[in-house]
């Protein structure tokens, strides 16, 4: 669904759902949440993060992105908080389970994409540790900021790979167990939470071409970084879910 960008101010003023997110990235949280507002058909107001901006600072209560602030509502920075609000705004159509034990499984399969120590954690972590060694991932004026944001000591480098090849093999596993039972999606047979975190992961791997995901070059080269370990874990399966998804659920181009 078409969404608007606005100033802070503006937002501030506004009421509904606005939310801030990291402008000029294919965030993993930050696409993900405008995936899970598009297949619901929520409107809402987009406010690109301004790190300088003390209002923002105050209104969202951080200098990150996503948040989602809803009327006068507290903010909403987590994954599953975001996905809960977008399942009481538009209960249809459900993106999580009705049954328990399936929710279960959403929300597990969810963290490992998008928790603390998950896929995009993880890769992040990696991209860290390879600019810190002068090996590509992000840029030295970039990576400093994430490592302490995200915890990183090169203990925690060194064994990134192996954490995200485990979460790559994972999810590809649960794909093709999905695919022999008959069904293209993670959970059941219709379109959960869970792909669309997985489809948005994607981009830290294999971002989408130019034309569907417009970035700076030295972004697109730091999402572009590919370390042996994780490619030989990276099957094909991931990817093409990635581009049934956009092709049915999500929309292109990107607004970044």
Known sequence: MPFEYASVEDAIERSGLRMVVVGGVPSLWGEAAKGILHIKRIAWTAVRLSYDSEPLKQWAGQRSG????????????????????AERLAPKPALLPADAAERALMFGLAHEICGEGGLGWTRRL????????????????????????????????????????????????????????????????????VDVYSATAMAMFRPLPHEQCAMEAATRQAFEFREPVSEAALDPILLAHRDRMYAAHLELPLSL
């Open 126 to 193: 990696q991209m860290v540790h390879a600019g810190l060694q002068g090996h590509g991932g992000f840029a030295p004026r970039v990576a400093p900021y994430l490592a302490k944001k995200y915890g990183y000591s090169p203990e925690v480098g060194v064994g990134a790979s192996e954490r995200v090849a485990q979460l790559l093999r994972m999810l590809a596993a649960r794909l093709q167990a999905q695919h022999a039972a008959g069904s293209s999606y993670y959970i059941g047979t219709r379109v959960g939470a």
């Open 66 to 85: 996503p948040v989602a602030i809803y009327h006068d509502e507290r903010p909403r920075s987590g994954w599953a908080e975001i996905l809960l609000l």
